[in-house]
């Protein structure tokens, strides 16, 4: 057995170590040659580039009371325990201490009852056992770099809850100030075409047109009329969104909506740094490379089973019939010893099932490959989208400037009778349909912006410093359960510092949760991990 174990410490591990899957990006991106596109670093805050103090102020509320951020931390406190109930396997994995005191009474009619000394008697025990299996083939070892993987995982995923909250605060905020404008042209052109139903009254009291001027003006106002309900109904509801981005009930956002309803409006120009960039940054490409890590260490634990498992036992206590002479000399009893256990009439079993896992592998490969390009995939399509929607709100302003004027040379054309009433109603139904679409357009640019830096997976950095789990839901947890040192949470390293578990032969087959070194920021890692 002393020799089996120094081959357990030597770093055998049964199944593949996890190398970080590759992935084909491009060199640069399609819209680079246009002049407002830089490969400048991203900004970390990039809503900054709005310039909008209300919206600054909705990203730090949101990022410290979203509650689905505060359960993404509370995963990384379960991975963190899950990860030492893996560590805890390494250790002799029956530990008990037993006793019992009993009266006994063999049956008259039992077989042999005549060789019996004694038909009724007590029976008093008290000992120790304990059973250790002997990680040889590094199965469990293997069950540990999983585990380690999967709490890697949740903090990358962590940061992911992150860049969605801040895209979603960002494009909620842009959706409502939208509202807002169209709600303002809406009422703008009440008032217009209220002036329109005046002057087509006033004609048709002095007999210069007929009543069907007046009816097609009222009944274009009462259309337009028609347009606000619908408008303040997106208004309402971009509010009650907002509220439950930042963990508040519907109404709780008001009092953080000062200052100018206007769309948030940037640069033409965006810093997006390089494809490959996206391989670092983005939280959910390093979900999908942790979950693949975590797969491939998955097969040797499967693999492990293939091979016979090793165990030391051994028990320890005292026995008489007498409780007063239970500790006295001859009544100790031991048992110790190796054994192993092996499943040969399994075999076909249990190579399948390492098949299958393998085949779980493969897939979180192809997942990974896939996320890779779903990301670039979105950049590139809000990227377009922004230049695009600038292009087109540039026409649509000039748009908008000539259907002002013309609405102008309208009325006056109409007043002195130089054209009929139909001129008017085009005009202005074309005045209200660009302004529209222009607003529409202004929103546009600024969602396709907040899609490209979310695309980017900018965001995350706010968290930076902070606590995964809020203090008051620290001190809750701490007086409900025992959590040693585990709480009080610290900061969890940054995505782009995440690395991959250490292989199983390179662990030591012993390990102490609480003795593992410190990631930067302080967070816990396993022996033998790089510190980035």
């Known amino acids: ?22 992935a084909s990006v491009q060199d640069n991106w399609i819209e680079k040659p246009d002049r407002r596109v830089s490969n400048k670093e991203i900004k970390r805050d990039w809503w900054c580039v709005f310039n909008d103090p209300t919206l600054d102020r909705l990203v730090h509320v949101g990022a410290d009371q979203n509650l689905p951020v505060q359960i993404a931390g509370l995963r990384i406190l379960e991975a963190r325990a899950q990860l030492g109930i893996a560590i805890g396997e390494l ?35 008290l000992g120790f056992d304990a059973a250790w ?7 469990l070892r ?56 005046q002057i087509a009254e006033a004609r048709f009291r002095a007999g210069a047109t007929s009543e069907l001027d007046v009816a097609q003006q009222r009944a274009l106002l009462e259309n337009t009329l028609a347009t606000i309900p619908e408008l303040e109904t997106g208004v309402q509801r971009s509010k009650n969104a907002l509220s439950v ?29 390089l494809p490959a960039e996206l391989l670092r940054r983005r939280p959910d490409i390093r979900v999908a490379e942790m979950r693949a890590a975590a797969e491939s260490a998955r097969i040797g634990v499967a693999e492990g089973e293939l091979y016979p498992h090793f165990y030391l036992f051994g028990e320890i206590g005292v026995q008489a019939s007498d409780v007063a002479k239970l500790f006295a000399p001859g009544s100790l009893f031991l048992t110790v010893g190796p054994s192993f256990r092996w499943s040969i009439l399994n075999y076909g079993r249990i190579a399948n ?27 590139e399509d809000a990227l377009i989208g922004f230049l695009k929607a600038q292009q087109r709100a540039g026409n649509l302003r000039r748009s908008v400037a000539a259907a002002q004027r013309a609405v102008e040379l309208s009325f006056i054309q109409y007043k002195e009778g130089a054209e009929n009433f139909q001129r008017v109603l085009d005009a202005q139904t074309r005045l209200l349909d660009e302004q529209e679409r222009l607003a529409e357009t202004r929103g546009a640019i600024a969602a396709n912006l907040i899609a490209v830096y979310r695309g980017l997976g900018g965001g995350w950095e706010i968290r930076t410093g902070k606590p995964i ?58 022996p033998g991990r790089p510190a980035n």
């Open 1 to 22: 057995m002393a020799l089996l174990f120094s081959l357990a410490a030597s770093g055998c591990a049964v199944g593949p170590d996890f190398m970080p899957p590759e």
């Open 91 to 125: 250790f002799p994995q029956q530990q008990e201490a037993t006793g019992a005191a009993t009266w006994n009474k063999i049956s008259e009619r039992a077989a042999n009852k005549a060789n019996l000394p004694m038909h009724a008697f007590a029976d008093y025990t």
């Open 133 to 139: 299996e002997i990680d040889f083939w590094g199965r």
């Open 142 to 197: 293997r069950n540990v770099e999983a585990a380690d993987a999967t709490m890697t995982a949740t903090m990358a995923d962590y940061d992911n809850v992150l860049v969605s909250l801040m895209g979603d605060i960002a494009r909620v905020y842009t959706e409502l100030r939208t509202f807002e404008t169209l709600l303002e042209i809406a009422r703008e052109n009440v008032r217009l075409q209220r002036e329109g139903l």
């Open 245 to 273: 981005l930042l963990g508040q009930p519907p109404g709780g956002v008001e009092p953080l909506l000062g200052g100018p309803h206007r769309i948030p409006a940037a640069s033409p120009r965006v810093a997006i740094g």
């Open 353 to 379: 099932a390492v098949r299958a896992q393998d085949a779980r592998f493969q897939q979180a490969l192809v997942a990974y490959e896939d996320t890779v390009l779903r990301a670039a995939r979105e950049v």
């Open 469 to 526: 789990v809020p203090e008051t839901t620290q001190l809750q947890m701490a007086a409900r359960t025992d959590w040693g040192k585990l709480l009080p949470a610290p900061p969890a390293p940054q995505t782009d510092q995440l690395q991959p578990p250490t292989p199983a032969g390179a662990t030591p087959p012993l390990m102490r949760p609480d003795d593992e070194p410190a990631f930067p920021g302080g967070f816990p890692l396993l």
